[in-house]
């Protein structure tokens, strides 16, 4: 079997422990970054091939011309349809319902309707993905396939020691420490972690640790921020935080805050879990049932909610790491990989 996988953002683990069970198998992995190298490689047996395709980024958000956007949109549409009607198969898996700050939403919409359309499988993660898509597209229930988002158990740098990073960092031992971690985008509501944590009383104080990528203008917002809580303490470090460094962030954290705006499936929540480290998330429906009986995870609802959970934030809560860790052991890379091996040779056979 080849594996044809696009776009193949190798710089996300994920991708790694999807495919490690087609790896184990023998099957040959073809990466393609490109609508070119796409191309390229679906016209090489097809008939042993399937497809593995994620996200739309090079299609519609590759180029901020909208008549260029519909021309890749319709390239792919092309390329699915010759390389099925040579043999190939294709799995689709849903990451978001729509990219995050989608530059051609109706695009997007066109897109994810046609991918829905051409997919032999459709691969979501969260149970409640096609009733969250339903109001802009239809997954077609026959095709559609549930395999969870695995922990990164295995497959990240082992932790790293709590006090040794809290000392490195200057926390306290009885301060709160809050972590947001990765790119600092609109939409993972940084803006509004800085508000609630500056608004956030705590009798032993609380810092905010700001780790991950911010272009020019986010990092100017974030200032700015801050500057409207002088009383609040923040450790920033707003550039690309190294793999080797990761470990450190998490051990040095209290909990992880994801005050993202909108949330299908997240990475972070399982990478967070996979270091034992406690989530403030916010109280969606589809979250709820998913994650709301969890000892790591407080939900919250708005700003006011966001406050609250910081300043209920437990130091060192062992229990709660216990917990995150047991998550984490459930549901692994190599799990989630045999099953979507699986999923690959139904697609082969439908």
Do not use: C
């Not at 809050?178 to 609380?206: H, S």
């Not at 993202?260 to 270091?275: D, F, K, W």
């Amino acid at each position: 079997m080849r594996v044809v996988v696009f776009p193949a953002y190798r710089e996300n683990p994920f991708l790694g422990l999807l495919l490690s069970g087609a790896e184990r198998e023998g099957a040959t992995i073809v990466d393609a970054r490109t609508l070119d190298e796409l191309a390229a490689a679906l016209a090489v047996g097809p008939a042993e091939t399937v497809l593995s395709i994620h996200w739309t980024n090079p299609v519609a958000q590759s180029t901020r011309n909208p008549a260029v956007a519909v021309r890749n949109a319709l390239r792919l549409r092309r390329l699915l349809r010759a390389a099925k009607a040579q043999g190939a198969r294709v799995v689709w898996t849903v990451h978001n319902v729509l990219p995050h700050g989608a530059r051609f939403p109706r695009i997007e919409r066109w897109l994810h309707r046609m991918l829905a359309a051409e997919a032999d499988r459709v691969h979501v993660m969260h149970p409640d993905t096609a009733a969250l898509a339903a109001p802009r597209y239809r997954l077609p229930a026959d095709r559609v396939r549930h395999i969870a988002h695995p922990s990164y158990a295995g497959a990240v740098a082992p932790a790293a020691d709590r006090a040794a990073e809290r000392a490195r960092l200057g926390i306290g031992e009885r301060e709160a420490a809050v972590l947001f971690l990765g790119q600092m985008r609109a939409y993972k509501g940084v803006l509004e972690l800085v508000a609630a944590a500056g608004e956030a009383r705590r009798a032993d104080g609380i810092v905010l640790l700001l780790a991950g990528n911010a272009t020019p203008e986010e990092a100017a917002a974030i200032e700015a921020a801050l500057s409207d809580h002088p009383g609040l303490r923040a450790i920033r470090e707003l550039r690309f935080v190294d793999d080797a460094a990761v470990p450190g962030w998490f051990a040095a954290a209290d909990a992880v805050a994801l005050p993202y705006r909108r949330i299908l499936n997240s990475g972070s929540v399982l990478l967070a879990a996979t270091y034992g480290a406690p989530v403030l998330l916010p109280d969606e429906p589809h979250l709820r049932r998913e994650l709301g009986d969890e000892r790591w995870v407080t939900l919250f609802d708005g700003p006011e909610g966001l406050r609250a959970a910081i300043e209920a934030v437990v130091v060192d809560d062992a229990e709660a790491r216990a917990a995150a860790l047991a998550h984490a052991a459930a549901w692994t890379g190599e799990q989630a990989g045999a099953a979507y091996l699986a999923l690959l040779h139904e697609a082969r056979e439908a």
